[in-house]
């Protein structure tokens, strides 16, 4: 791969179809494999998020994501937190320091404002060879999607191309997969390169015809089909962090806190290594496919 600066984000066809894993899991391989990767998501809304240097605040996501990659976090990798108040109520967090408090429906009809904020925020992520970025819950929300600033109109700012992440567990899982696909416009299906079936559980082969069927119905190729399996590290709404000190003592054992996580960081990419095209995953980034 030559040394241009490359992006590529995570999109999922819901909310939990494991985008900030599989991101994760990217980042780590990329790191191993010894470029200089940094991860990036344009906005979050999660309670669960971390408390960095100089007291900035981002999502423990992004804290994990940078970590995976050998960074120490910081704020430009999370520009925009929203951490749920209750009763429609919002705290905006803006480069890790508080904006203001306000209500979804206030932030959803104006969050168009904050996109010169991102873009300048970005301008971090080009001192990388690579920037996985991660969107947020489905990029086809048509209610919504024309004041979206994470998930295509972000790729599209960037220049990013785009694998979306599809989970089997929940069932309808190609259904999901030719609908998210069918409502991108022709520039955002020009941009999508790959699928990632997510959380199987059992015979990888009972779904060869209906990836086959799906590769032909959008031209876009299945990248793998990664298993079901516990991971030990946070996705936005979970995972494992310092807060939960007693919990995360029975867990680790005998390893410190970092050996545990550095351990299930190990565990993912080679879950990933195992059961995806990393080689087809280097050719996108690199605008052979």
Same mark, same amino acid.
């Given at each position: 791969m030559n040394n241009k600066h490359k992006n590529i984000i995570i999109l999922?066809?819901?909310?939990?179809?494991? %985008?900030?894993?599989i991101t994760t899991g990217l980042c780590r391989?990329?790191?191993? &494999?010894g470029y200089k990767v940094a991860p990036f998501k344009a906005q979050n809304m999660s309670r669960n998020f971390a408390v960095i240097k100089d007291n900035k605040k981002i999502a423990?996501?992004?804290?994990?994501?940078?970590?995976?990659?050998?960074?120490?976090?910081?704020?430009?990798?999370?520009?925009?937190?929203?951490?749920?108040?209750?009763?429609?109520?919002? &705290?905006?967090? #803006? @480069?890790?320091e508080e904006f203001s408090?306000?209500? @979804?429906?206030?932030?959803?009809?104006?969050?168009?404002?904050?996109?010169?904020?991102?873009?300048?925020?970005?301008?971090?992520? %080009?001192?990388?060879?690579?920037?996985? #970025?991660? @969107?947020?819950?489905?990029?086809?929300?048509?209610?919504?999607?024309?004041?979206d600033i994470v998930n295509m109109n972000m790729a599209k700012?960037?220049?990013?191309?785009?694998?979306?992440?599809?989970?089997?567990?929940?069932? @309808?899982?190609?259904?999901?997969?030719?609908?998210?696909?069918? #409502?991108l416009d022709e520039e955002e299906k020009k941009l999508l390169k790959g699928i990632v079936i997510n959380k199987f559980r059992g015979k990888k082969d009972i779904l060869q015809k209906g990836i086959d069927?799906?590769?032909?119905?959008?031209?876009?190729?299945?990248?793998?089909?990664?298993?079901?399996?516990?991971? &030990?590290?946070?996705d936005e709404d979970g995972l494992i962090y310092k807060r939960d000190t007693e919990d995360i003592k029975k867990r680790c054992g005998d390893k410190s806190f970092e050996e545990y996580r550095e351990e299930q960081f190990d565990k993912l990419e080679n879950l990933l290594r195992e059961n995806l095209d990393i080689d087809y995953i280097y050719k996108i980034l690199d605008g052979e496919r």
């Amino acid at each position: 791969m030559n040394n241009k600066h490359k992006n590529i984000i995570i999109l999922g066809t819901s909310s939990g179809a494991g %985008k900030s894993i599989i991101t994760t899991g990217l980042c780590r391989i990329f790191y191993k &494999d010894g470029y200089k990767v940094a991860p990036f998501k344009a906005q979050n809304m999660s309670r669960n998020f971390a408390v960095i240097k100089d007291n900035k605040k981002i999502a423990i996501s992004q804290v994990l994501q940078g970590v995976a990659c050998g960074l120490e976090p910081e704020p430009w990798m999370n520009p925009i937190l929203l951490v749920p108040k209750g009763e429609g109520n919002i &705290d905006i967090i #803006l @480069g890790g320091e508080e904006f203001s408090h306000s209500t @979804g429906e206030w932030y959803s009809k104006n969050k168009t404002l904050f996109k010169k904020y991102l873009s300048e925020y970005y301008e971090n992520a %080009k001192k990388f060879e690579i920037c996985v #970025l991660e @969107g947020a819950g489905s990029p086809v929300e048509i209610n919504i999607k024309e004041n979206d600033i994470v998930n295509m109109n972000m790729a599209k700012m960037v220049g990013a191309k785009a694998i979306l992440v599809a989970d089997i567990d929940r069932g @309808g899982v190609f259904a999901s997969i030719l609908g998210t696909y069918m #409502l991108l416009d022709e520039e955002e299906k020009k941009l999508l390169k790959g699928i990632v079936i997510n959380k199987f559980r059992g015979k990888k082969d009972i779904l060869q015809k209906g990836i086959d069927e799906i590769e032909k119905l959008t031209g876009v190729k299945v990248l793998g089909i990664v298993p079901y399996e516990m991971i &030990d590290i946070e996705d936005e709404d979970g995972l494992i962090y310092k807060r939960d000190t007693e919990d995360i003592k029975k867990r680790c054992g005998d390893k410190s806190f970092e050996e545990y996580r550095e351990e299930q960081f190990d565990k993912l990419e080679n879950l990933l290594r195992e059961n995806l095209d990393i080689d087809y995953i280097y050719k996108i980034l690199d605008g052979e496919r």
